[in-house]
């Protein structure tokens, strides 16, 4: 570029690091664990200075003197989610983008569609679930860089109790109002946020959240099923599990006809009618489901023989132990999650591509969906 009279520089940085870090370990390499909130404090000062090694090894190329904008997704799971949103917090030019929980998991994608599907792992995303993200990351880099505006997702800001269930929550909406959405991801238990006292590194007790209303373009009124605990604070993205609101027992356990492509599979039948209930899993794509005693299996197919809803896995996916009749089945999606988003118009540009999907040739959604995080106190509580 210099050598034909161009200038060259690096528009942004964006970083999104591999899922492995739940077990708490500062390195791969550590054999003992740390407490919750070393972690967090370590990775966050870790990615403040990798944002930092990224501006001074760029200007050493580019020679350009500003700092470069640093974007960074959050990942699924503490300690990294709230670090990322930490190091957000620092005003060094690092941006949160937001989480991905939304978009599919890679357990809907396969390295072989045509022939026997070698389906991909939970913790990664689909090809659809990864342009989508790329496009939302985009959608920021816009906003933040060309339009100038001071992003940072859409997280909490206070929390302050009204009553001994319920409590307030103000949050910060890019794109109000918020909304409670349970159409587009099935309600998750507690809508994705729990309560509990004592510290983040020894909680004590969990307090379920029972409900959730929008009261204002930014703020949401949560009731909890008992007394608010003294010191309590919440938290949200504890739970990948559904609360669809119904238990009914498994009523039969059978063998499928193969796939098309030879593989096994397994059913579990439920009596009623649950399309309608699993919908938001079935329109997403594939799903857990679970039962008592570890048994676990990723349901490809719903169907209704006219008195029974009946799931059907493929037998490599289930659990070595199988289902029992007489036992309710849970529902659950890949990675944890809330069903808080705001109401932001923008649409992306591409469609999503996989026809297997029921949203085939519908546009992404940029809506900007409830930033993890822990240990939020809840002042008065």
Known sequence: ATAVGLSHAVLSIIYMQGERNGDLKIYEWDSATVALSVAISSFTTNLIQLAND????????????????????????????????NAADTGMDIFMVGPHYA???????????GGNPNWGDPIHKSADGERWYGLQ???VMRRAIFEMERWRGLRPLSAVKVDNNTFDVLFEVPRPPLVIDTAFLAKCVGYG????????????????????????????????GVTLPSGAWLAAGSSAACDLGVTSNV????????????????????PGDLRNLVKPLTNEGAFYIA??????????????????????????????????????????????????????????VYTFADSSYPSYSTRYPLWNWCCLFINLPIIGA
């Not at 200007?59 to 990942?75: K, M, W």
């Not at 978009?103 to 569609?113: H, R």
């Open 193 to 224: 946020f729990n309560v509990n006292s004592g510290s983040i590194d020894a909680p004590v007790g969990s307090v379920s959240i029972t409900n959730a209303l929008v009261i204002g373009p930014n703020t949401v009124r949560f009731t909890t």
């Open 291 to 348: 039962q008592s005693g570890g048994r676990t299996g990723i349901i490809r197919a719903v169907s209704w023989d006219g008195s029974n809803t009946v799931f059907t896995g493929e037998t490599r996916e289930r659990s070595a132990t199988n289902f029992v009749t007489g036992s309710p089945i849970t529902f659950g999606r890949s990675h944890v999650y809330t069903n808080l988003r705001d109401s932001d118009p923008e649409l992306s």
């Open 54 to 85: 990224y501006n001074t090894d760029c200007a050493v190329v580019t020679g350009q003197p500003r700092r470069i904008p640093f974007f960074t997704y959050q990942t699924a799971s503490q300690p990294a989610a709230q670090a990322q949103l």
């Open 103 to 113: 978009c599919p998991a890679a357990i809907n994608g396969s390295l072989n569609g």
């Open 251 to 270: 009523s039969a356990v059978g063998t499928g006809a193969a796939t098309p492509y030879g593989q096994a599979t397994y059913t579990v039948t439920v």
């Open 137 to 139: 990351v985009g959608k």
